[in-house]
């Protein structure tokens, strides 16, 4: 891996932005970090540090990096598309453009469903098992619950990728004017949910908060974020998420906390937007200085081996978390009240062990994360391929997003959740994005992908 790593590295062209590398990596590593430190596990359930120490909760202000995230896939997916598009100059309305969608979303969608699909098959028939076993009690029941959770992030992504051509279209009409357009979505429909009281409305929010940042990735693609301008999204942003959260209904934590009758989260709100906007800003005005640093050989060969398998340490990581405590309530390690001394003196520890499980997985799963073949759109095929490569990823967005909430626990006794309005299962989750993966290879080969 080593060599590979440093060929890799070294045949870097020298126009690619390697801050966005940087920023994918970091922003993932810090919600990895985040789940860590937030998990207040004792032998009588799993908590969050963050209800049982509300002053730090403005540390999410800072952990809650998942809008950098976001809007690195923007800048990702448009310079991805637009490759595809010169590879078919002229792509018209019908079967060409049809095999460009097709193959983009196929390309995009490969790298992140192969992982995420390894992973849910694996928890799936571990739970079966323990369950038939007569097993799902006590912290393993809490596991089998809660280590899908962060599939929801994988669900907005899917949206996103989906929707990057048509989006794409109205940032090369409108510009600043398109960002514009999603964020006063975002701020009609919170004003439909607190003051008039409009139900399911806030769902609305899914879309256009996350979509608004992923539109700001479209304009750093254009070089449309300058120094003045970051500033401007930081400073603004800063301040009117501070004052949203002083004078209005919105809670402090930019995460989900329990009990809490408005979630910034789910569904994300105003307050969530505007946080990302100083996020953003903020790691633009930090692009110089970062880019200096990339350039040393040994960072950006750093980063270049933490990209390579990035999202399968994400799939994995509440894994070897619940797996060190697992491990410490088998051997009779006492679990220190939450955050207690003892608790803070065992952080360091905590952590270290689900680092090192963590790794352990990495290597056992990551030969999943590898790209497959560079996809270019060929021939095309039936002008039907862009429509069943749209609905394929429409089953895999609400197949992740119904298994991050129901999980595996209650597998045989039918347990469900709802996905909005809809009940989904587990098996019928994992049925949804299964299946839309096959529709969207079965589209991108039928395209003339090659």
């Keep these: 891996m080593g060599s590979s790593v440093r060929e890799l590295a070294g045949a870097t062209p020298a126009t690619r932005d390697r801050y966005v590398d940087l920023l994918r990596v970091a922003s993932l590593g810090a919600v990895v970090l985040g789940h860590w430190l937030m998990a207040a596990v004792t032998p009588d359930g799993v908590g969050n540090l963050l209800a049982v120490v509300p002053a730090l909760q403005p540390l999410t202000w800072l952990l809650q990096v998942m809008p950098v995230f976001f809007f690195v896939g923007g800048f ?30 196929r390309a995009r969608l490969q790298r992140l469903l192969r992982p995420t699909m390894v ?28 280590v899908t959770q962060p599939l929801w992030f994988i669900g907005i992504y899917l949206a996103m990728v989906a929707f990057t051509p048509p989006l794409l279209k109205l940032h090369e009409r409108y510009g600043w004017g398109a960002f514009a357009g999603l964020a006063g979505a975002a701020v009609v429909a919170d004003v439909l949910r607190f003051a008039a009281g409009v139900p399911y409305v806030e769902f609305l929010n899914f879309a256009f908060v996350w979509l608004a940042v992923h ?54 709100t105003l307050a969530l937007l505007a ?16 880019a200096r640093l990339l350039d040393l050989p040994r960072v950006w060969r750093t980063v270049v081996a933490a990209n390579g398998v990035a999202m399968t340490a994400f799939l994995w990581h509440l894994t070897a978390m619940f797996g060190v405590y697992g491990a410490l309530l088998a051997l009779d390690v006492a679990l220190p009240e939450p955050a207690s001394a003892a608790w803070w003196a065992q952080v360091p520890l905590r952590l ?33 391929a862009g429509p069943l490569a749209a609905l ?34 587990a098996p019928a989750a994992v049925a949804m994005t299964l299946g839309g993966w096959l529709l969207v290879e079965r589209a991108g080969r039928g395209a003339g992908v090659r």
């Excluded at 448009?78 to 100059?89: D, G, Q, T």
């Excluded at 946080?275 to 970062?290: K, S, T, Y």
């Excluded at 990823?393 to 909005?420: H, K, P, Q, Y």
């Design 76 to 105: 990702s997916h448009a310079l991805s598309y637009r490759s595809l598009l010169r590879k078919r100059p002229g792509a018209a309305p019908g079967a060409a453009a049809d095999s460009v969608y097709s193959a983009f979303l």
């Design 119 to 146: 992973f849910v098959l694996v928890w799936g028939a571990a739970a079966l098992l323990v369950q038939l076993l007569g097993g799902g009690g006590g912290l393993t029941g809490v596991t089998l619950r809660m």
């Design 215 to 268: 539109q700001l990735g479209f304009l750093r693609a254009d070089g449309r974020i300058h120094l003045r301008r970051a500033a401007l999204l930081a400073g603004g942003g800063l301040v009117t998420a501070t004052a949203l959260v002083a004078f209005g209904p919105y809670p402090l934590s930019m995460v989900g906390m329990p009990g809490e009758k408005v979630s910034n989260m789910a569904p994300p």
């Design 275 to 290: 946080h990302g906007l100083w996020l953003v800003g903020a790691v633009e005005l930090l692009r110089a200085p970062a």
């Design 352 to 384: 270290a062990l689900a680092a090192a499980l963590t790794a352990a997985l990495v290597a056992a799963f990551r030969t999943f994360e590898r790209p497959a073949a560079p996809a270019t759109p060929g021939t095309p095929g039936s002008s039907g």
């Design 392 to 425: 394929g990823a429409t089953l895999c967005l609400l197949g992740v997003l119904g298994l991050s909430i129901v999980g595996f626990g209650g597998l045989l006794d039918g347990r469900t959740s709802l996905l909005i309005a809809i009940p989904v299962s």
